[in-house]
């Protein structure tokens, strides 16, 4: 989905934003990075469907790097996956004040589509969360 170049962009914007960002993700390599980093929306979506959520949801990419990498290394705890979720809201919104000034249109376009993000991972995020878990556990078996 992403390059190894979009990677090191997208932790770019993650330390210029200030984002929330776990260390071990840093420790990555982005060979390995671009293997978890699926994009916008769930491994399970056609890449189609990721490509336009990139698109539409592009002010919050960085956070969704974040959220993927989060979900990946999961516990499988619901604890763990609303941790994660939280964590993606409040990079978003980082991530969006960083990109737009508080005159730009843009900012609050793109917060209304980070809360609809945000509702969405709540709603039906448990089985992608719990997939990613299943598959790392299968894979070390």
């Not at 290394?73 to 990109?99: C, P, Q, R, T, V």
Request: glycine fraction near 4%; hydrophobic fraction near 45%.
């Amino acid at each position: 989905m992403y390059s190894e170049q979009k990677i090191e962009n997208l932790l770019k914007i993650a330390k210029d934003a200030h984002l929330i960002v776990p260390e071990e993700m840093l420790k990555c390599s982005y060979k390995t990075l671009v293997k978890i980093c699926n994009g916008v929306g769930s491994q399970s979506m056609p890449e189609w469907a990721r490509n336009a959520g990139n698109l539409f949801f592009k002010a919050i990419e960085a956070s969704a790097a974040i959220h993927d990498f989060m979900y990946e290394f999961s516990d499988g705890s619901l604890h763990l996956k609303e941790k994660a979720d939280d964590i993606f809201l409040l990079n978003g919104i980082d991530e969006i004040y960083h990109k737009y000034g508080w005159w730009n249109w843009k900012r609050y376009a793109a917060r209304i589509k980070l809360m609809a993000a945000y509702d969405i991972l709540r709603a039906v995020g448990n089985r992608a969360y719990i997939t990613a878990y299943i598959k790392r556990k299968e894979n070390k078996l």
